[in-house]
């Protein structure tokens, strides 16, 4: 028997960072875990959710990530998780990566009964919401995964913004999502897929279908009128009762003039023909918008928008 510090390992290249056997042996590989249709849970609203190991995950480990690339991780199989400047309980986007830039707490998540990807309407573009998993302050390398009641583990919601970087967004959904765990080189299984799982067979790219509300005009539209999408009055006295289809949904339109104009998924049509955004059609708000020509009484005009 020859104990693993004692062999050298002898190379050309000089430059190597294992000296030894033993360091070989304690590389440190982090996978993507596979999904779990029981790994779930309910979000409302918010930027971050606490994670438990009776309810979210089960019980295990945290191998807890000290700086960029992490320099402990001696916990086999330990679920990746970046410490927060404090307590859990604020969304952060806290994070630590390996060597090469990868983030070892960034992990997908995707809608729980559609498997649809998350996203989150950024300016007129869909991004997709991803979750960085965290644990309190001055938790300990291995420390067990907290149960329900004494959770030391949450997840924050970002997107990555067009710069790059991570940015906070609160999402409404029941979610799946999965961890990253690290292996030892001399722990790990016999037979382990170097990837953790095939993404693309097992999340949907979300479908974006239209919605549409139809209004029948039965009192003229002076140029202009601002018009309230959920009532079809008109401000200056022009009426229309609108038809959703379909029937139940809820028309808006964004937040900012910019994100109408410049996203060809909203569309304002008058007797079937297509207006121009910005100089036929202008955004008022999110609830109204105006039509820079009078409408009669039997003109139809639509309001149509993307299902986000």
Excluded at 17 to 29: E, G, I, N, P, S
Excluded at 34 to 39: C, F, K
Excluded at 107 to 126: K, L, S
Excluded at 167 to 186: G, Q, R
Aim: aromatic share 4%; glycine share 8%; net charge negative.
């Amino acid at each position: 028997m020859i104990n693993a510090r004692q062999v050298n390992i002898l190379r050309a290249n000089t430059a190597g960072v294992h000296a030894t056997l033993d360091l070989f042996l304690a590389r440190k590989r982090v996978l993507t875990m596979p999904w779990s249709e029981v790994q779930s849970i309910a979000v409302a609203a918010v930027q971050f959710k606490l994670i438990d190991s009776t309810t979210h995950l089960p019980a295990g480990k945290l191998a807890v990530l000290n700086a960029s690339p992490p320099t402990t991780l001696a916990t086999n199989a330990g679920i990746c998780a970046a410490p927060l400047v404090g307590a859990i309980g604020t969304a952060a986007i806290t994070n630590h990566a390996d060597s090469l830039g990868n983030i070892l707490n960034l992990v997908p998540i995707r809608d729980a009964e559609t498997h649809d990807e998350i996203t989150v309407n950024v300016g007129g573009a869909e991004r997709t919401v991803f979750a960085l998993v965290q644990c309190a302050n001055a938790v300990a390398e291995g420390t067990d995964i907290g149960a329900a009641a004494s959770e030391n583990t949450q997840l924050s919601f970002v997107y990555i913004a067009a710069d790059g970087t991570l940015t906070l967004t609160a999402i409404t959904a029941t979610i799946e999502f999965v961890v990253n765990k690290v292996y030892i080189e001399s722990q790990q299984p016999d037979v382990m897929m170097a990837s953790g799982r095939a993404e693309e067979m097992v999340v949907e790219s979300k479908a974006i279908t239209p919605l549409v509300s139809q209004f029948v005009v039965t009192t003229a539209y002076a140029s202009g009128e601002v018009i309230a999408i959920a009532t079809g009055n008109g401000a200056g006295g022009g009426r229309a009762t609108p038809a959703i289809i379909p029937s139940g949904s809820t028309i808006a339109l964004p937040a900012a003039a910019v994100a109408f104009n410049n996203n060809n998924l909203y569309r304002v049509r008058l007797n079937g023909m297509q207006l121009i955004r910005g100089t036929e059609v202008e955004w008022e708000s999110a609830s109204a918008f105006s039509v820079n020509s009078a409408m009669d009484v039997g003109d139809v005009f639509e309001l149509e928008v993307p299902n986000l």
